[in-house]
């Protein structure tokens, strides 16, 4: 959630807390109003509904006091939006500040074990930041793996994954390719996009951005070190590698 290093690998004491509960739920008692990581839900409206429609059941992960899955309901006419999180504390408030919402549901959970969750249970899972706060924690590779595998796990075949987060191809792909068997593609969006459009993009949002096998196609199109985030969508498929974990 908060780019602790590019490179992943100089770490603080902060950084290694963010896969801890206690941090999360002092951080949301100290900072109870609502905030959005990396972007809101009307800056990403247009590449969420061209990959996951209204109708499907999405999981968002990581979810804390952010006003996006309210926004996937109130704009984007989604009706059933599962959220989890690590802390109690901002799952309660949650729940209570949306308890007028059938369409939105708020569980505390640990996104490395979603037991709870039967397999092949979503159409999509959505991810702003958290992949990456746990890439900025201990354990960080053996624990990514994890929620990628759970995530991987709870998504019904052909599902996607849209992972919103800092890192660049160079250190995200191999970690996705890794992890589970998924078809992946490449967008997008200015850091600071706002609600009106940039007069001069660096790309265009809902245009996949070209993605060869090491990532150096993407320098080509946008240049070096782009001020942008990067949105990998990335679909499930069982098909493609049988000995890839269930």
């Known amino acids: 959630m908060v780019e602790c290093h590019v490179k992943e690998r100089v770490m603080t004491s902060s950084t290694q807390a963010y896969g801890e509960p206690w941090y999360w739920d002092n951080r949301y008692t100290n900072e109870p109003g609502p905030f959005d990581w990396y972007q809101k839900y009307i ?23 952010s006003a996006f ?28 500040k949306y308890q007028d919402f059938p369409q939105l549901k ?62 660049a191809p160079l250190y995200r792909l191999r970690l996705l390719r890794e992890s589970c068997s998924w078809t992946i593609k490449l967008h997008v969006i200015e850091k600071l996009a706002s609600e ?5 993009p660096v790309w265009e949002l809902t245009k996949p951005v070209p993605l060869n096998d090491d990532g150096t196609s993407v320098e080509e199109a946008l240049g070096r070190n782009p001020d942008v985030h990067y949105i990998y969508i990335c679909t499930k498929e069982i098909s493609a590698n049988s000995n890839t974990k269930p």
């Open 43 to 65: 800056t990403l409206a247009p590449i969420i509904s061209l990959y996951v429609p209204p109708t499907q059941r999405i999981l968002i992960v990581g979810c804390g006091n």
């Open 196 to 200: 009106e459009k940039s007069d001069q």
């Open 106 to 167: 708020y569980v505390k959970m640990d996104v490395r074990n979603m037991s709870d969750f039967e397999s092949e249970s979503f159409d999509a899972a959505i991810d702003k930041g958290t992949l990456d706060s746990i890439l900025c924690g201990n354990n960080s590779r053996q624990n990514a793996t994890k929620m990628l595998e759970e995530i991987w796990r709870v998504l019904k075949d052909k599902g996607v994954y849209v992972l919103v987060t800092y890192g």
């Open 69 to 96: 899955s309210e926004g996937m309901v109130v704009d984007g006419g989604y009706t059933d939006v599962v959220n989890i999180d690590i802390s109690s504390v901002v799952i309660e408030a949650m729940k209570s």
